[in-house]
C-alpha cells in the first residue's frame, strides 16, 4: 500500500528565505515520487520528479528534492524564496505495477515580503 | 506535456440537478483520470477513464453518481449527478501518455464546482 504524509499544512517563510517542505512516504514497492504545486484557483504543475538514478532531483522554479530510501522521505527545498512561490504544494507517490497515484494533505507556502 | 482544457471552468447548481464536465487533449494520451479536491483538502481518484469501455472507480465512487464517459483518446467527460452541497468541490482531470510506470500525471486546470 501506498501513502503520503506531509508534515505541516501551512509553512510560512520570509522573501528570501529557505524553503522546505516535508514529504515522507510508505510504498510496498520501489516508489516514484512527485511534487506538484496548484496556484490559486489554477490546476496542478509538475515541480519534478523521482523515478530511478540520482536520488538529488532538479525542477522548476529553482526547486529540488532529494529522495532518502532510509527515511522514506523526498523534502522539498529552494535556497531563496519568492514572492511567487506562494501556492500549495502536492507530494504524490506512485508505483511500478500501476498508475494510481496517492496524494499528501498538501502544504500551502506563505512568503512574506 | 500537452494542453489540457476543461469546461466549465467553474459553476453554480442546484441541489438535485446534474453538471457534465468535459476534459479535452489536444493529443492522444493513454491513460485518463478523474479527481476530486474537497475545499481544503487534497485530491482524491474518482475514477480511471478507460477508452471504448466502463470506467474503473475507486472505492467510495459509484457509477451512478459520476458516469463517465471517454468516446476517444483525446476527450472524456464526467457527471455529477443529483448533486447536493456535499459534491462542491474542484473536479481536476489528469492524463499519462505513456501508461507505463513510471508516467507523470499532467492535470487540467479544474472545475470548481458550488452546489447551492
Known amino acids: 500500500a501506498q501513502s503520503v504524509t506531509q508534515l505541516g499544512s501551512h509553512v510560512s517563510v520570509s522573501e528570501g528565505a529557505l524553503v522546505l517542505l516535508r514529504c515522507n512516504y510508505s510504498?510496498?514497492?520501489?516508489?516514484?515520487l512527485f511534487w506538484y504545486v496548484q496556484y490559486p484557483n489554477q490546476g496542478l504543475q509538475l515541480l519534478l520528479k523521482?523515478?530511478?538514478?540520482?536520488?538529488l532531483v532538479k525542477g522548476i522554479n529553482g526547486f529540488e528534492a532529494e529522495f532518502k530510501k532510509s527515511e522514506t522521505s523526498f523534502h522539498l527545498t529552494k535556497p531563496s524564496a519568492h514572492m511567487s512561490d506562494a501556492a500549495e504544494y502536492f507530494c504524490?507517490?506512485?508505483?511500478?505495477?500501476?498508475?494510481?497515484?496517492?496524494f499528501g494533505s498538501g502544504t500551502k507556502l506563505n512568503v512574506k515580503p | 506535456s500537452a494542453v489540457i482544457s476543461q469546461k466549465p471552468s467553474r459553476d453554480i447548481c442546484q441541489r438535485g440537478t446534474s453538471l457534465t464536465i468535459q476534459c479535452q487533449v489536444d493529443?492522444?494520451?493513454?491513460?485518463m483520470f478523474w479527481y476530486r479536491q474537497q475545499p481544503g483538502q487534497s485530491l482524491t481518484l474518482i475514477a480511471t477513464?478507460?477508452?471504448?469501455?466502463?470506467?474503473?472507480?475507486e472505492s467510495g465512487f459509484v457509477i451512478d453518481k459520476f458516469p463517465i464517459s471517454r468516446p476517444n483518446l483525446t476527450f472524456s467527460t464526467l457527471t455529477v449527478s443529483n448533486m447536493s452541497p456535499e459534491d462542491s468541490s474542484i473536479y481536476l482531470c489528469?492524463?499519462?501518455?505513456?501508461?507505463?510506470?513510471?508516467?507523470?500525471?499532467?492535470f487540467g486546470p479544474g472545475t470548481r464546482l458550488t452546489v447551492l
Open positions: 489528469s492524463v499519462e501518455f505513456s501508461g507505463r510506470a513510471p508516467d507523470t500525471q499532467y
Open positions: 510504498s510496498s514497492v520501489p516508489p516514484y
Open positions: 523521482y523515478t530511478t538514478g540520482a536520488t
Open positions: 504524490a507517490v506512485s508505483g511500478n505495477n500501476f498508475n494510481k497515484f496517492y
Open positions: 493529443s492522444q494520451v493513454t491513460m
Open positions: 477513464a478507460n477508452q471504448g469501455s466502463e470506467a474503473t472507480y
